[in-house]
């Protein structure tokens, strides 16, 4: 069984600073993208930035600049260090990965279970 833990969430005054971490745990796991998606009330969920398994990083036009995604391979552990944050990031924020169980499974799309972000002005 696949699990996404999701951990860092709270409550932080604008221009403060917090750090999301989401560990996939299971056996024998190839994880392709990871990314972090973030749910606003009223509104859909939207990318906030991803990583391809060799680094490379895309990240969305509002959090250029403020947010750092990174990720630890050997730990199958995704990070989103969020700096400088607005009341406008605050959201549920989701972890996903792209993840297959062993050399000859089909990779499938698995998602942490939200942790809150709420930031205050």
């Known amino acids: 069984q696949v699990q996404l833990v999701e951990s860092g969430g709270g409550l932080v005054q604008a221009g403060g600073s917090l750090r999301l971490s989401c560990a996939a745990s299971?056996?024998?796991?190839?994880?392709?993208?990871m990314a972090w998606y973030r749910q606003a009330p009223g509104k859909q969920r939207e990318l906030v930035a991803d990583?391809?398994?060799?680094?490379?990083?895309n990240y969305a036009d509002s959090v250029k600049g403020r947010f750092t995604i990174s990720r630890d391979n050997a730990k199958n552990t995704v990070y989103l260090q969020m700096n400088s944050l607005k009341p406008e990031d605050t959201a549920v924020y989701y972890c996903?990965?792209?993840?297959?169980?062993?050399?000859?499974?089909?990779?499938?799309?698995?998602w942490g279970q939200g942790t809150q972000v709420t930031v205050s002005s």
């Open positions: 990583i391809t398994s060799g680094g490379r990083t």
């Open positions: 996903y990965a792209r993840i297959r169980r062993g050399y000859y499974s089909d990779y499938g799309d698995y």
């Open positions: 299971g056996s024998g796991l190839s994880i392709n993208a």
